[in-house]
């Protein structure tokens, strides 16, 4: 299987997506912004450092994000295909990136970017809520991903929260910080010949779809 970069602005789905495609291919998932909230209910050093970077809305340092990949890519799951969910986000960690596939002599895969309005993101971000225990994602406001019983995780049954980064004020840092740090890697990647693009629909499962046309062509 051919490994994806998810490259969106922040609430495009590439969470949603993910799982999606996790569950259909067996994809290795690794969401850096899940391994940094692990790090932070561990309160190890990483997570010290990345909390207050996080809270407001601001990334954190390459070298920590790049050690994180490092250690999760050669994992086992990993071994036939893995989905990066946030990473790269910056033009050095691209560069990186590049550099770590080549020690370990892995292939970059495709590149999906899922465009989505910055309103439309704004919205989704401040109803999202996500279940602390297995890290499924819902949303307050649509019919298609919220849960059964309101506030409650489907599978878990325990109460959802919501993310320290999804306020309005952070959302727009966030975005803010993406335009500018993130927006390049989608030259990087499309001079490479490995972009393509798909649109956030308002059905997670039309843009299921189209991701799937791209990995099975
Ligand atoms: P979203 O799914 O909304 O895009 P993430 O969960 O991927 O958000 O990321 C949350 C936060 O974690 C980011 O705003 C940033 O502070 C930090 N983060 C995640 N990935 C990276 C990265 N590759 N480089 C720097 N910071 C990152």
Redesign the pocket.
């Known amino acids: 299987m051919k490994n994806i970069i998810f490259l969106a602005p922040?609430?495009a789905g590439?969470?949603t997506l993910s799982e999606m495609l996790v569950e259909k291919y067996g994809y290795g998932h690794i969401?850096?912004?899940?391994l940094?909230r692990e790090e932070i209910k561990n309160k190890t050093e990483i997570g010290k450092q990345?909390e207050s970077?996080?809270k407001e809305?601001?990334?954190?340092s390459?070298e920590v994000?790049i050690e994180l990949i490092s250690n999760r890519i050669t994992k086992s799951d990993c071994e036939n295909g893995y989905i990066l969910?946030?990473?790269?986000?910056?033009l050095n960690?691209a560069l990186k990136y590049d550099e770590l596939l080549d020690r370990l002599g892995k292939e970059l895969g495709v590149v999906i970017y899922i465009n989505i309005d910055k309103e439309v993101a704004m919205k989704r971000?401040c109803s999202r809520i996500t279940c602390p225990k297995c890290g499924r994602i819902y949303n307050k406001y649509s019919n298609e991903m919220k849960p059964k019983k309101d506030g409650m995780c489907d599978d878990c049954n325990v109460p959802l929260t919501q993310r320290a980064?999804d306020s309005e004020e952070t959302f727009i840092k966030?975005f803010d910080?993406y335009v500018n740090k993130t927006m390049p890697l989608y030259d990087y990647y499309k001079n490479k010949g490995v972009l393509k693009v798909i649109e956030a629909h308002e059905s997670k499962f039309e843009t299921f779809n189209d991701a799937v046309k791209i990995i099975e062509d």
């Open positions: 922040p609430a590439k969470g969401s850096t912004g899940d940094l990345a970077l996080m809305g601001k990334f954190v390459d994000i969910d946030g990473f790269p986000r910056t960690q971000a980064d966030r910080e």
